[in-house]
Nanobody, 125 residues
Framework: QVQLVESGGGLVQAGGSLRLSCAAS????????MGWFRQAPGKEREFVAA????????GYADSVKGRFTISRDNAKNTVYLQMNSLKPEDTAVYYC??????????????????WGQGTQVTVSS
């Protein structure tokens, strides 16, 4: 299926910003909603944000609303996550994933069978 590579993570102080990128190699990327997820050590993976296949609709976890923005560029087969006003509790490995059978509004309650490498985001206080 689709192969995904996340990048853009790093170390940032609280209040700072980062932009994550997710590059897809699969041929069905442009027809699939996409989501960002994160997992901290010892914690379950959690939903962060999702975007519809054409970028017309988005959804966010309550914890990141007003701070994070998801977007996509189907011509580049890439989805982005702009993260502003970062907090230490945002520290986690961030992953992207998608399933053309799942609507963007259902990503918060969806499970995926496989995950990529992810990109580490560390926010210091």
């Amino acid at each position: 299926q689709v192969q995904l590579v996340e990048s853009g993570g790093g170390l940032v102080q609280a209040g700072g910003s980062l932009r994550l990128s997710c590059a897809a190699s699969g041929r069905t990327f442009s027809s699939s909603a996409m989501g960002w997820f994160r997992q901290a050590p010892g914690k379950e993976r959690e939903f962060v944000a999702a975007i519809s296949w054409n970028g017309g609709s988005t959804g966010y976890a309550d914890s990141v609303k007003g701070r994070f923005t998801i977007s996509r560029d189907n011509a580049k087969n890439t989805v982005y996550l702009q993260m502003n006003s970062l907090k230490p509790e945002d520290t986690a490995v961030y992953y992207c994933n998608g399933d053309r059978r799942v609507r963007y509004s259902d990503y918060a309650n969806s499970n995926f069978g496989s995950w990529g490498q992810g990109t580490q985001v560390t926010v210091s206080s």
